[in-house]
């Protein structure tokens, strides 16, 4: 367990060292980085992702965390940028998988998605969700909750912890999905960055959404406020109820 702005996720990796115990890497072409300067939201260093276009049969690179067991429910979230280079494309870049080392079985998935002048993330489970629309080369939180053969929906806040959009549609019904990967394993002849910091995933509670800011809220009073109100007076004052 790890606390993240206050909420308590199961996995957090910043990207500002080595991957953490239970990532593995799948990466014949050099395609990863996971300290990269370029790609930071916070910190010193973040995850770069880049489609080189040496392998336009498929980009096939990988880093994929196993949870351990089964999680029908998955909440995620991380910091994203898109790239405005390239010409046009749709590729995965997170995967709610059977396996670390692909995104060939999944509940649901994450894309970017360049169409002309138009920027957009989607999700994808029985089908892509509605797109929604942003800038490129700019910073986004970007969280999701995927459920199997259920509801997974997904929402796009800006740096300025604004929300987006959300969109919901429904999770695949693929059993036995008990891993995380960030990456690609989409056709391509494009040489395209793409950057991820701070990413964290909760599957004990599924709680949605994980926020990249802390969410802390003073606790409510409970009981009867009024006597809450004056043992808190009476102590300040150094006074002894009767």
């Not at 942003?134 to 300025?160: E, F, G, K």
Request: charged share 15%; glycine share 10%.
């Amino acid at each position: 367990m790890a606390t993240f702005h206050g909420q308590t996720v199961d996995l957090h990796e910043d990207f500002e060292d080595a991957l953490g115990v239970g990532w593995s890497t799948t990466d014949n072409d050099n395609n990863i980085d996971v300290n990269a300067a370029a790609a930071k939201y916070a910190g010193s260093s973040g995850f770069l992702g880049n489609l080189n276009g040496d392998s336009p049969g498929g980009e096939d690179f990988f880093i994929g965390y196993d949870l351990g067991s089964t999680q029908d429910n998955l909440s995620i979230g991380m910091w994203v940028m898109m790239p405005s280079s390239g010409s046009n494309y749709l590729f995965d870049f997170f995967g709610h998988t059977q396996s670390p080392t692909s995104m060939g079985t999944y509940i649901s998935k994450l894309y970017m998605h360049k169409d002309g002048a138009t920027y957009a993330f989607r999700m994808r489970g029985t089908g892509f969700l509605t797109s929604i629309v942003v800038d490129p080369d700019t910073w986004y939180w970007l969280t999701a909750l995927s459920q199997r053969n259920d509801t997974i929906t997904y929402s796009v806040y800006n740096t300025s912890e604004t929300l987006v959009d959300t969109q919901s549609g429904t999770g695949l019904d693929n059993a036995s999905c008990d891993a995380v990967v960030l990456g690609c394993d989409t056709a391509t002849d494009q040489d395209i960055d793409y950057y991820a910091d701070d990413f964290v995933a909760d599957w004990t509670d599924a709680t949605y959404p994980l926020l990249g800011w802390p969410t802390g809220e003073p606790p409510a009073l409970t009981g009867n406020p009024v006597v809450k109100i004056m043992l808190q007076m009476d102590q300040f004052n150094g006074g002894t109820l009767n």
